[in-house]
């Protein structure tokens, strides 16, 4: 009997046996089973037996029976070619696509496998841009829609909502706000339209439907939730100015109307209020081994029906490595010691002298992959590289395989510089933005990736009324702009040493350095290129404006300090310490009759260190680069293509000789 005598339900049995290769020969063997294998049935079987196998699939996909044959005939491909090279540990990428820009790029994101939002500014403008990837794909560099915004964004989250994609933006020190925007199609093209704008909370934390989570309001650090449609503010209870408290946190997440925030070393409990004159309540306290980066990992339940709904997982950076955080949100409001959180390591750190060797640890929005940059154990004489690991499904103590995937070379984005990333670890394409605007999207699967961009429902066709659209020409941010020079200047420091201080001996307010490479130094505290402001911000939770009031620079004790104020609080931070570095108090009228004491200051301890081993790896691959023949300066490819970065940054940077070791 030959096959094509078997009717054709008999036929789509053999062929979902079959490898993928076998049912693509057998379509060119005759009409009838050409017919069969391309048929949509066949190819719903197919994924659906990947799906119990345990392999990757995307979680945005509108339903199988809504797409054609075609494309479910490619969504196959795709999956079964990057499970093998998941098994057998290759990711490098078959083709990249660039689509550098002038400005640096602080926030970008990759949705539904199609769209890829990217926010980049300089002191000139602030942008919101989006590509549509199936363009890009077919070789087009034009984004589907740009709109401007009125301060620079440093923060930002997105989902996926009735009322389409929403992002949450949060805006610089220059303009503290959220804007709550959206994408929309308009007069045959797409927009960007504004929700709400948040006026005076920013460093946004979580978006989850109606509630945003910032952690600065005006010039405090005060986290709070805003339910952005109606615009109410909901104050998280206790006090702020306690160890611990008084920095801005990790995360914060809900799950089944808990709040969750993740700090260096506590976890906060809260219930979010049932009608709109609750308040926030405080459910406990659980102090928890140290964190340094921690993701949200959301499982897709229907796939995995092992994974509890009562269950809240993380993935953490700690001394210990990667780990895997198991919150059991059914035992939360339980008053006894019983452990709620409970910790899985995933792969260790490599040695006692690699004590911080990875970070910007990033999560595939399944819940299945997670993506993050590693330090080599030579040092920082050799370029960072990018690490991918499973995600176990099972709370369990397991060793996880890694797949790591080296992005060196000049020509390449470079990984060593703020990086921003983003990856779909069902379709396998990894975005990569960073400072110097160098925007860089990998396939590691190859085989037409357009055909798999339209997988979910186009959610910027709304009917409902069109909002306010975002502006479409630029808007001056009004910043001051270093002047064309590497010497000092004094408007740089126009704004610096304005409160009324009386600091005693020692202290100086003139900010014009004798010599270089001091914490006084005019060019470190812009905030850009991980210079103190940005440790500040990134490595110790303080982030803002940053204005010098004074510095000490005794020469007989080697003693070199800064006293800082940034929003409302002061801060000093010291050289030449290892412990106590940094150490805050808050602001209080400090006049000529309060004599200042830094011993009134209590000391502040690194929530991140992870954001040390980022910034002294810029440093050091810059510098390299710089001193290679020929000498390479991406500052000035970035003013090249139209960019505006700080003077400072188009003239070599020398290395730091005080920077702390990247991997200690």
């Known amino acids: 009997m030959s096959l094509v005598s078997l009717n054709d339900d008999l036929i789509l049995l053999i062929c979902i046996e079959l490898p993928l290769a076998d049912i693509t020969s057998l379509r060119q063997t005759c009409r009838v089973l050409c017919q069969v294998t391309r048929s949509k049935i066949l190819w719903i079987n197919l994924l659906e037996r990947y799906a119990h196998e345990g392999k990757v699939l995307p979680p945005y996909i509108k339903g199988y029976a809504l797409l054609d044959a075609g494309t479910l005939e490619a969504l196959a491909h795709r999956v079964s ?20 820009l002038p400005q640096s790029i602080t926030w970008l994101r990759l949705v539904a496998g199609i769209w890829l939002f990217v926010a980049s500014s300089d002191n000139h403008i602030s942008k919101i841009t989006c590509w549509d990837l199936s363009l890009v794909f077919q070789g087009s560099k034009e984004p589907l829609a740009e709109a401007y915004l009125p301060g620079q964004v440093k923060t930002g989250e997105m989902e996926m909502q009735d009322s389409g994609v929403v992002l949450a933006l949060g805006l610089g020190s220059e303009s503290l706000a959220t804007h709550v925007v959206t994408l929309r199609k308009h007069a045959g093209g797409h927009v960007f ?14 978006l989850c439907g109606n509630f945003i989570g910032c952690a600065l309001r005006r010039d405090a650090i005060a986290p709070h939730i805003i339910d952005w449609k109606d615009g109410r503010v909901l104050d998280i209870p206790g006090g702020l100015d306690v160890p611990g408290r008084r920095s801005i946190p990790h995360l914060m997440t809900i799950s089944k109307n808990i709040l969750i925030i993740v700090r260096a070393t506590t976890l906060e409990v809260y219930t979010l209020p049932l009608a709109a004159d609750d308040s926030v309540v405080l459910v406990k306290l659980v102090n928890i081994p140290t964190v340094w980066e921690v993701a949200v990992c959301k499982p897709m339940l229907k796939s995995l029906p092992h994974i509890s709904e009562s269950s809240l997982r993380l993935i953490v950076f700690s001394p210990v490595g990667v780990e895997i955080c198991v919150i059991d949100l059914d035992t939360l ?14 792969a260790k750190i490599p040695s006692p002298h690699h004590r911080t060797p990875w970070y910007r640890l990033c999560i595939g929005e399944g819940g299945r992959r997670s993506l993050w940059v590693s330090a080599p154990e030579s040092g920082y004489l050799d370029p960072p590289h990018l690490v991918y690991m499973g995600v176990p499904q099972r709370a369990e103590t397991v060793e996880m395989p890694r797949i790591i995937w080296n992005n060196d070379g000049p020509d390449h984005a470079a990984l060593w510089a703020q990086p921003v990333l983003d990856f779909d670890e069902a379709l396998g394409l990894t975005v990569l933005g960073n400072c110097f605007g160098e925007l860089a999207i990998y396939d590691h699967v190859g085989q037409h990736p357009e055909k798999c961009t339209g997988l979910a429902d186009d959610f910027t066709d709304q009917q409902s009324a069109l909002l ?21 200047h004094p408007s740089v420091v126009s704004g610096w040493s304005q409160d009324d201080i009386d600091f005693g001996e020692n202290w100086r307010t003139d900010w014009e350095p004798v010599y270089t490479s001091g914490y006084w130094d005019w060019d470190q505290w812009q905030g850009v290129s991980c210079d103190w402001a940005w440790i500040l911000e990134h490595a110790y939770g303080f982030p803002g404006r940053v204005l010098p009031q004074a510095y000490e620079d005794d020469r007989i004790y080697g003693l070199q300090r800064v006293l800082l104020r940034l929003g409302n609080r002061y801060l000093t931070y010291t050289i030449q310490t290892e412990h106590d570095k940094l150490r805050s108090w808050p602001v209080v009228p400090m006049t000529r009759q309060r004599y200042f004491h830094i011993n009134d200051s209590q000391p502040e301890l690194p929530t991140c260190k992870t954001a040390m081993t980022e910034g002294t790896f810029y440093k050091a691959m810059f510098t390299r680069e710089m001193q290679e023949t020929p000498g390479k300066n991406r500052w000035i490819e970035q003013a090249e293509r139209g960019g505006r970065p700080h003077a400072n940054l188009l003239v070599m940077l020398p290395a730091d000789d005080d920077d702390d070791d990247p991997l200690q």
């Not at 409001?333 to 995933?346: A, G, N, V």
């Open 81 to 100: 070619r990057l499970s093998v090279e998941w098994e057998i540990g290759a990711l490098t990428p078959v083709h990249d696509w660039r689509l550098d």
């Open 193 to 206: 339209s504004e929700h709400r704008v948040i006026e005076g909370s920013s460093h946004v934390l979580m």
């Open 333 to 346: 409001h339980e008053l006894d010691d019983q452990p709620i959180c409970l910790r899985f390591p995933l």
């Open 468 to 488: 306010p659209i975002l502006p479409r020409l630029p808007i001056s941010l009004g910043l001051s702009i270093t002047p064309v020079s590497s010497e000092f």
